[in-house]
């Protein structure tokens, strides 16, 4: 499996619409975006602000899953108005084969740069829980609400670290072979 990965630009808004679905798992029912429009600032204008950062991947010449920050004042992963509010989604056949980790990863070594943390809101049976433990994601006690869907969520926080010498040099060949990948 050939897994690349690319910045989601503004010409693009239309995988991150497209990943919407999955990330606020409406691919579990029979819903869509249309039937909740406040999802709509998730995806709306993406690129056209600001501080919209995000990635993809692409495995076998498809879209996998994908990750974007946007600073978002109604957001329900809003903690304040410097941080921005992450989304992600992996296609379910996609899942569970590190595809989401490496999404991430170069997510948050990009937003480290414009943004000290990041916010997110997550249901609170989601195995991306893990995931986001794994890369220093903490709950953010009394955040949980009643979702839409009729089960509880909550809020998470990272506090994003600058990388040591060492680290910050192999990300730097990392960062350099991204862009590459970029580049038209």
């Given amino acids: 499996m050939n897994i690349e990965l690319y910045f989601l630009r503004s010409s693009e808004h239309f995988i991150v619409k497209d990943l919407l679905h999955y990330a606020a798992r409406l691919d579990e029912s029979d819903e869509t975006l249309e039937d909740h429009p406040h999802l709509e600032q998730y995806h709306r204008n993406y690129g056209n602000y600001n501080g919209d950062i995000g990635v993809y991947a692409f ?52 937003v480290v740069k414009s943004y000290p943390q990041l916010s997110l809101s997550v249901r609170e049976n989601n195995p991306a829980i893990n995931l986001y433990k794994r890369l220093g994601f903490t709950k953010i006690e009394g955040s949980e609400e009643t979702n839409t869907a009729g089960s509880i969520s909550f809020k998470m926080i990272s506090t994003l ?19 590459k990948s970029y580049s038209f």
Avoid: C
Wanted: charged share 30%; net charge negative; hydrophobic share 40%.
């Fill in 161 to 179: 670290e600058e990388q040591t010498e060492e680290a910050s040099a192999l990300a730097k060949l990392e960062e350099e072979r991204f862009r």
């Fill in 59 to 110: 495995v076998d010449n498809k879209v996998a899953g994908g990750a974007w920050v946007r600073m978002l004042l109604n957001g329900f992963g809003h903690v304040d108005t410097k941080t921005p509010e992450l989304a992600f989604a992996v296609l379910p056949e996609y899942r569970n084969q590190g595809i989401g980790t490496k999404i991430m990863e170069q997510l948050m070594h990009e």
